[in-house]
């Protein structure tokens, strides 16, 4: 069955970077562009970062333009989010998704598989 694994959340201090990572099994991971999301305690899930299947296109969430990456590595069905100058407000769990149709990249309806996520905390 399909599975998409995140790691690299972690507690950090305003200012400070992670990386996340998002491994994908039992789907062609080629096939779908992937997604990050995040949500924070009493808040809905929302929309971070989007890229498509090639890598060539990438999307970001106003909040986090300029300060976070996505990037994805295919032969490692791998996809990415390098997070740098992190603020308190960034604090949630953070969930990759692999979307297969790309009808509404910033919905995360348009998704067809999660992960579990992975908490990050930003202390100020």
């Known amino acids: 069955q399909v599975q998409l694994v995140e790691s690299g959340g972690g507690l950090v201090q305003a200012g400070g970077s992670l990386r996340l990572s998002c491994a994908a099994s039992g789907l062609t991971f080629s096939n779908y562009a992937m997604g990050w999301f995040r949500q924070a305690s009493g808040k809905e899930r929302e929309f971070v970062a989007h890229?498509?299947?090639?890598?060539?296109?990438?999307l970001y969430a106003d909040s986090v333009k300029g300060r976070f990456t996505i990037s994805r590595d295919n032969a490692k069905n791998t996809v990415y989010l390098q997070m740098n100058s992190l603020r308190p407000e960034d604090t949630a769990v953070y969930y990759c998704?692999?979307?297969?149709?790309?009808?509404?990249?910033?919905?995360?309806?348009?998704?067809?598989?999660w992960g579990q996520g992975t908490q990050v905390t930003v202390s100020s």
């Open positions: 890229i498509s299947w090639s890598g060539g296109g990438t």
């Open positions: 998704a692999a979307d297969r149709t790309v009808r509404l990249p910033r919905a995360p309806r348009d998704y067809d598989y």
